[in-house]
């Protein structure tokens, strides 16, 4: 959503910096998940209806969108919950709602904001093995997280301290302006299809 200060940002291959706002949002429709660290979750909807909401612009018919929605509750272990509202779940099952959302799509990026924040460990847990999975199964997963318990079930881990990257487990040291970094790593795990 925003533009960087410095550099270039390429998504599959292509530029997309200075991209018109139509583009960046039929980008961000068809290519980004998103895991909002609190939840964005309709509160008078489903959780069957809130997670088909991550595919009103993919132009899917109505009874796809709720297929795949149902499917994607399923995925997060919430196919028993699909007609409660947000307010008749947990914050945990609030939390795998929002997830299914994102993951509905099946997009090229996932970026996870604190996505075991409001979860208890056992079922954290199971989240951070679902991110995991969706790595694996070619997603680029950004996870963004103080916790250094989530942190290390990624191969991959950034640093950053007061906005500047400090630490890159892949043994490049800092990052620098125009570094040419690697794609993320694929993450590895047992994953159930």
């Known amino acids: 959503m925003d533009e960087p200060t410095a550099g270039r940002v390429l998504v599959d291959g292509r530029e ?11 980008l961000r429709a068809h290519r980004i998940g998103f895991v909002f660290q609190q939840f964005h979750l ?4 489903s959780a069957l209806d809130n997670v088909a909401t991550g ?12 297929r795949r929605a149902a499917a994607a509750l399923e995925q997060v272990g919430l196919g028993h919950r699909r007609d409660n509202r947000p307010g ?18 099946e997009p090229g990026i996932l970026f996870a904001d604190e996505p075991t924040g409001a979860l208890d460990s056992r079922t954290g847990a199971a989240i951070v ?7 694996a ?21 950034i640093t950053i301290r007061d906005g500047v990257a400090t630490e890159d487990s ?13 794609h993320l790593q694929e993450e590895r795990a047992s994953c159930v299809a």
């Open 16 to 26: 997309v910096t200075g991209l018109s706002e139509r583009h960046s949002s039929a």
């Open 42 to 45: 309709m509160p008078t909807l």
């Open 55 to 66: 595919l009103l612009y993919s132009g899917a018919p109505y009874r796809v969108r709720q």
């Open 88 to 105: 008749q779940l947990s914050g945990g099952e609030q939390q795998r709602v929002a997830i299914a959302r994102a993951l509905v799509r």
């Open 129 to 135: 093995e679902l991110l995991a999975c969706t790595a």
């Open 137 to 157: 199964r070619g997603t680029a997963v950004v996870v963004v997280t103080h916790d250094a318990a989530v942190a290390a079930h990624f191969a991959r881990r």
């Open 170 to 182: 892949a043994g490049h040291g800092p990052p620098t302006r125009g570094s040419g970094r690697p």
